[in-house]
Nanobody, 124 residues
Framework: QVQLVESGGGLVQAGGSLRLSCAASGRTFSSYTMAWFRQAPGKERVFVAVNSWRGGFTYYADNVKGRFTISRDNAKNTVYLQMNSLKPEDTAEYYC?????????????????WGQGTQVTVSS
């Protein structure tokens, strides 16, 4: 069982930066594929970024590539999402997700564990 707790959301002006954190419980954090998804009001939840330390890859959605960076600290059981050059269209609830066996890691149904979400609002 894994519990995920996000933090770091807030209100920021366009062009600004935020860093989201997701703290995970459990002793095998390094084995988990960790991802960020987001859901804007009235829209479906969509993939943002993923990191698999065991698989050795990191991947981003096209619309955040070059602006967002996912990283993890296995010693702290924490994954981060550094968001730079934020745009109003980045406004959404951001969710952390985890799974040991996410074979298609951009798909939300591959993840068995989810955090409660943290709100990011970017003003123009």
């Amino acid at each position: 069982q894994v519990q995920l707790v996000e933090s770091g959301g807030g209100l920021v002006q366009a062009g600004g930066s935020l860093r989201l954190s997701c703290a995970a419980s459990g002793r095998t954090f390094s084995s988990y594929t960790m991802a960020w998804f987001r859901q804007a009001p009235g829209k479906e939840r969509v993939f943002v970024a993923v990191n698999s330390w065991r698989g050795g890859f990191t991947y981003y959605a096209d619309n955040v590539k070059g602006r967002f960076t996912i990283s993890r600290d296995n010693a702290k059981n924490t994954v981060y999402l550094q968001m730079n050059s934020l745009k109003p269209e980045d406004t959404a609830e951001y969710y952390c997700a985890a799974d040991l066996y996410a074979r298609s890691p951009t798909l939300e149904n591959e993840y068995g564990y989810w955090g409660q979400g943290t709100q990011v609002t970017v003003s123009s």
